[in-house]
Structures are given as C-alpha cells and as structure tokens.
C-alpha cells in the first residue's frame, strides 16, 4: 500500500528514487534501494507520512516555484575554492545533521528548519552569486564526509551549512507517482541546489519549508 499525508501535517513517502552525486553521476542501484528505505522508515517514525489509508489525506500539491535551473553547474563545481572556515563549517553543519536525523523525529526537525527560516525570512535578499559559490563548496567538500549520498542528510546538511552564512533558501519534499517514490533538495525561486533540475520536474512537490 502506498503511504499517504497525514491528517494534520505534511508529509510524503520516502521511497527515494536513485539520486545523482555532485558529480552528475548515478548511484549504484543497491545503495539507492537502501537509502530510499532508510528515508521511508525516517519519516514514518516521523510522523510526516502514514501507510493507514484511514488516517490520512490525499497528497497535493503545494505552491512552489518550479525548478528549471541548475544553481551550480559542473565547472563552478570544479573551479570552487573552499577555505579553512568552510571547511570547519561543512563538518560542524553534517555532524548537526546526522545528528538531528538519528536522535530528532523528523516532524522536529524540519518544524526547526521552518522556524530558523522564518525567524530570519526578512534579514536580507538572497544573495545567489554567494549562494552558488557556497553551495559549491559544500558539494565539493560532500565526498569527505562519510555518509550515503541520501536526499534528506544532504540536504538538511546543506540547509545548516547555508544558515551559517545567513543563507535561507527553501527545503522541498515531492513525490512521483508512477512509480511511487519521493524526494527532497533545496531550491531557490527557479534553481536547484543540490539535485538536477531536470529530476526535479519529474516530481510534484507537496511540502516546502
């Protein structure tokens, strides 16, 4: 049976489908299998999604832009410089992550995201020529952090990341149909962070923080 939206909050089913590295390269099918299981039983356990048909609500979809473009392409990738404090700030926001999502409900933790976001939704402007040059740091330092290349670890990695640069751009959660699977990554307006915009067309988002 396919999970549906709980009653009261958003939510999705995690089937997560293969993902893409930064490098624009596929995963490995297996590994793929096992992460979209480890973010199903995440969210769950969570409370943003519900297997009983009786419980909960039809999805639909929620207003966000749609995203048509790549924030960082492959060679602001291979040209980012990454500093000493980036570097100390990459480990400080993955550690935070794996953290939040092993010992955190993730109902919690993506309702702290949502309000560290609006506490500070009127500081500034986005900058996104900043914001593609960190963002560029974070996926070129990814690879040094042992963790599976999952959707919700890197993309609440990033969100921390980001934050400490007074970067606040918005968590998506979609899913696709047929065949039933979800997803999530950060995006801003029109731009893709963490994932390939031409994936992100091929789910219809249903929450965005």
């Not at 979209?36 to 356990?45: G, H, Q």
């Not at 700030?89 to 919690?108: G, H, M």
Request: a negative charge; proline letters at 4%; aromatic letters at 8%.
């Amino acid at each position: 049976m396919s999970p549906f939206l709980p009653q009261q909050d958003g939510g999705l089913d995690a089937r997560d489908s293969p993902a893409r590295d930064v490098a624009g390269e596929q995963r490995d099918s297996s590994e793929a299998e096992r992460d979209s299981s480890d973010a199903l039983d995440e969210l769950v356990k969570g409370g943003l999604l519900t297997t009983e048909i009786h419980t909960g609500r039809a999805i639909a979809p929620t207003q966000v832009q749609l995203a048509v473009d790549n924030l960082v392409d492959r060679e602001t990738l291979l040209d980012a410089s990454v500093t000493f404090g980036q570097t100390l700030n990459f480990f400080a926001a993955c550690i935070r992550a794996k953290l939040s999502l092993r010992w955190r409900s993730i109902e919690s933790t993506v309702m702290s995201v949502a309000r560290r976001k609006e506490k500070h939704a009127n500081d500034r402007p986005l900058d996104t020529a900043r914001a593609r040059a960190l963002t560029a740091s974070f996926l070129k330092l990814r690879g040094l952090f042992p963790a599976n290349y999952l959707c919700l670890f890197d993309s609440l990695a990033l969100l921390h990341f980001l934050a400490m640069y007074r970067i606040y751009p918005t968590w998506v959660f979609a899913v696709s149909l047929e065949p039933w699977a979800a997803h999530c990554w950060v995006q801003h307006q029109h731009q893709t962070f963490n994932e390939e915009a031409e994936k992100a067309l091929t789910y219809t988002p249903v929450m965005a923080i």
